[in-house]
Each structure stands twice: as C-alpha cells, then as structure tokens.
C-alpha cells in the first residue's frame, strides 16, 4: 500500500513534463537563411553620368535589384559656438543593374537638387526590399572595369571636352590696338572627331595704317594668316569618378598642335596732301602768259602738266609681299577641378616665342556636364592670366595680359582679352558658339 502511494506521488510530480511532450514533438530546425546578411557599407569607385561602380560585388552576396543610399557626413559649423551641426545626410539612391565577382553596376534613381556623386561616396544598403536573387548565368561580363567610357545611353550624345563628337564649336572675334590703331578680325572652328581627337582649323586678318610725316609717306600693313590645329587628349576621357575640368580628366595630358601660314603685305604711298595739290592754281596763272598777244604762246601755258606730275608721284605705290610658315606646340595639363596650367611654344621665321598660362574656374563642373557647356559651368565665371617672350623680336619681347571668358548658356560663350607690352595695348572680344549635333 505503501509503494503504491509512492508511485502515485511520482506520477503526479512528473505529469506535467509527460503532458507536455506531445505538444513539443522533435521536428526539423527552423530553416536558416539562404541568404547570409549583406554588409551595410561599401564605397563607390566610379561615377559615370548616371552609371556608378560599387566596391560590393557577389562575395558579398550582392544580388541585382539591391538599392543603396549615397549618405555623407555633411560638417556645418556654427560660426560662433564652433559645434558642429551637421550630420549623416542621403544624397541619392542607385539601385544595382549588374553584378561581378568583386564589383557591381548600378544606376541613380533619385538625387538630391544641385548634389553630385563623387568616387569614394559612402553607400549603405536601401530600405526597399531586395528581390530574390536570379539564376546564375553562364556568361560573364569580359571586363567589369573598361578602359574606355561606354557609348552614353538612347538619347544622350558622346562628347569629348570640345564638345559633341562630330559636332562643331564656332568663335568668332574681333580687336583693336589702340596706339598703332590695328583692327583685328578672326575665326576659328573646332570639331570634335572621337573621345581623344578634336581637328580645327582658324583665320586671321589684321590691318593697320600709319603716316611718316617727316617723308610725307603713308604706310598700310596688311596680314592674315590660315592654319590648323590637332587637339589630342592623352589621358582617358571620363574615366568616372575621377575629377575633370573642361579641359580634361585631372591629372591628364593634352598636346595641342597646330601650323599655318602667315602673309604680310605693306603699301607704302606718299601721302594724298590733296590741298597742296590744289595749290595748281598758282600755277594757272596763264592769264600773264595770256597777255602776249601772240596765240601761239599758249601752248607754253599748256606746260602746266609738269604741275601735273604730282599725280603720278601720289599714285605711285610700293608693295611689299611676303610670307612665311607658322608652327605652333601647346602643352594642357589639368590640375585640379578648378586649375588648369598651359605651356606653348610658336615658331616663325622672324619670331620664337615662348609662353604660358594659368586658368581658374570659379565654379566646377559636374562629371555628367549638367549645366554646363565646353568652356565651363553656365553663369560662372573663367579666368586666364597669361604671358610671353619672344627670344628673337627687337620690340614688343614680352607681353601679358588676361582673359575672361563667361559660359552664359549651353551654347554661348562671350569672352574678353587685354593683353599689353611696354609700348601696345591690346582689346578684343569673341563669341564662341557650340552647336550640340552631329554634322554626319
């Protein structure tokens, strides 16, 4: 009897771990995830328009249609406490197009006004959900990196820092010297080929008339000179997220070649002092002649063409012609997104010339050229300051001056040059004109 009340007490005791078992049967383990968690991080490589490069790729589980977040550490001090009031900021959204081994593809979907993205962003994963991750495909891109920018997509035109490709750049200007008082009138045209090659050509005229009043001589210089120009970009163009100028990648070097022909003509004349001329009047005093009565005398009164030969001496001129050619070296270098320094080097017969510039842009551009035309952002404002040195020239050795252009649209440039020695002072104004179509 006991015993038995023994056994029953042990029953109830562990009755409820007996009831409990049927409720907890033995079963597989929850499932884990397929998918091991992504990182939250990454940085962008490349920026190219609207195309980016992440450093995310399929070892880190990367799949198509995965967003991420620009997000910057935007640092905005209080000008009187010093705190820093600024914080973790969202730029944009991409949204991955293709994915690589080490690296993944994606496009922008949406952008904050007036941000641009940078190589180095920080990215962080999107909070749209992910799709699932698609079949593995057998084919492989060749090359995640190219060396070369990709044709621009549907609708957009490839350029090159000139312009459009097989586009044209026109300018147009004019100047004036205002002591030896030369008017000068030119032309240039400039037309992108490829990514790396521009060709163009330009022409000259200039005129100036001076008198000698010591050799009563009058004296006209004429000169105008035709040539050509070969722009090559040796650096790769767009390489993304990388900085430009509108004068090429950063970093990068530009040759600009050219030669021509240069013909100069002066006229030398004596000088039309018209009222001296006049002063034949004197010599029409043939009514004295015209007192002897003898008719036959006149013709002696007709000897007034010696006075005559006064229009011989104003008529004749003397012309002198020459020409020779024009070879010209130019050396780009793109310092920085808003610094460019260039060296040149022109040679003539008479002339060696040495010379050099330094650009600054007020504001830069952006690397998908929003807002902006060949010669920099639109409302900003281009400074050049120049110099040269002639080796051979006797006068007007060295020159300097300074250069302002204005982008005012996407296809207008106006500009304004003084440039100065110690005698000449020069102004002239242009108009560079860019049309953004294909000529074939």
């Given at each position: 009897m006991i015993r038995m009340r023994i056994l029953t007490s042990l029953l109830l005791l562990s009755?409820?771990?007996?009831?409990?078992?049927?409720?907890?049967?033995?079963?597989?383990?929850?499932?884990?995830?397929?998918?091991?968690a992504q990182p939250t991080k990454g940085?962008?490589?490349?920026?190219?328009?609207?195309?980016?490069?992440?450093?995310?790729?399929?070892?880190?589980?990367?799949?198509?249609?995965?967003?991420?977040?620009?997000?910057?550490?935007?640092?905005?001090?209080?000008?009187?406490?010093?705190?820093?009031?600024?914080?973790?900021?969202?730029?944009?959204?991409?949204?991955?197009?293709?994915?690589f081994e080490k690296l993944s593809v994606?496009?922008?979907?949406?952008?904050?006004?007036?941000?641009?993205?940078?190589?180095?962003?920080?990215?962080?994963?999107?909070?749209?959900?992910?799709?699932?991750?698609?079949?593995?495909?057998?084919?492989?891109?060749?090359?995640?990196?190219?060396t070369e920018a990709p044709e621009a997509p549907a609708g957009e035109l490839a350029h090159n820092p000139d312009g459009v490709l097989r586009g044209l750049d026109v300018g147009l200007g004019g100047g004036y010297e205002t002591k030896q008082k030369t008017r000068t009138i030119g032309a240039d045209l400039l037309i992108p080929l490829t990514k790396r090659f521009s060709l163009g050509g330009d022409y000259g005229d200039s005129k100036a008339s001076h008198a000698d009043t010591t050799l009563n001589l009058s004296t006209t210089d004429s000169e105008?000179?035709?040539?050509?120009?070969?722009?090559?970009?040796?650096?790769?163009?767009l390489r993304g997220g990388e900085d430009i100028n509108p004068d090429g990648d950063v970093g990068s070097?530009?040759?600009?070649?050219?030669?021509?022909?240069?013909?100069?003509?002066?006229?030398?004349?004596?000088?039309?002092?018209?009222?001296?001329?006049?002063?034949?009047?004197?010599?029409?005093?043939?009514?004295?002649?015209?007192?002897?009565p003898p008719a036959q005398q006149t013709p002696p009164a007709q000897q007034t063409p010696p006075a005559q030969q006064t229009p011989p001496a104003g008529t004749?001129?003397?012309t002198t012609k020459a020409s020779e050619n024009v070879l010209r070296f130019g050396l780009?270098?793109?310092?920085?997104?808003?610094?460019?320094?260039?060296?040149?080097?022109?040679?003539?017969?008479?002339?060696?010339?040495?010379?050099?510039?330094?650009?600054?842009?007020?504001?830069?551009?952006?690397?998908?050229?929003?807002?902006?035309n060949p010669d920099g952002k639109t409302g900003s404002l281009v400074i050049t300051l120049f110099g040269s040195y002639d080796t051979k020239g006797v006068t007007s050795k060295k020159w300097m001056g300074v250069d302002l252009k204005v982008p005012m649209s996407g296809l207008l440039t106006f500009g304004l040059t003084y440039d100065t020695n110690q005698k000449l002072r020069r102004i002239r104004g242009g108009l560079n004109i860019h049309i953004e179509k294909k000529l074939w």
């Open positions: 009755g409820p771990a007996f009831a409990q078992e049927p409720h907890a049967p033995p079963g597989p383990a929850p499932a884990a995830s397929s998918r091991p940085y962008v490589l490349r920026v190219m328009g609207k195309i980016v490069y992440l450093d995310l790729g399929l070892r880190d589980n990367v799949r198509v249609g995965d967003t991420f977040e620009i997000v910057r550490d935007e640092e905005i001090v209080h000008p009187i406490t010093g705190e820093n009031l600024g914080g973790r900021t969202t730029v944009g959204t991409v949204r991955v197009t293709q994915v994606a496009e922008v979907v949406s952008l904050l006004p007036g941000a641009t993205l940078t190589k180095l962003d920080r990215i962080r994963m999107g909070n749209e959900p992910m799709e699932p991750p698609p079949q593995p495909q057998a084919e492989a891109a060749p090359n995640p990196m190219p105008n000179e035709m040539g050509g120009r070969l722009r090559i970009y040796l650096g790769r163009w070097v530009v040759l600009d070649l050219g030669g021509g022909t240069r013909s100069l003509k002066t006229v030398t004349a004596p000088a039309q002092q018209t009222p001296p001329a006049q002063q034949t009047p004197p010599a029409q005093q043939t009514p004295p002649a015209q007192q002897t004749s001129v003397t780009i270098l793109p310092m920085a997104r808003k610094w460019t320094l260039g060296l040149g080097y022109n040679w003539e017969k008479n002339l060696s010339r040495v010379s050099g510039w330094l650009r600054y842009y007020t504001s830069a551009i952006d690397p998908d050229w929003a807002g902006a």
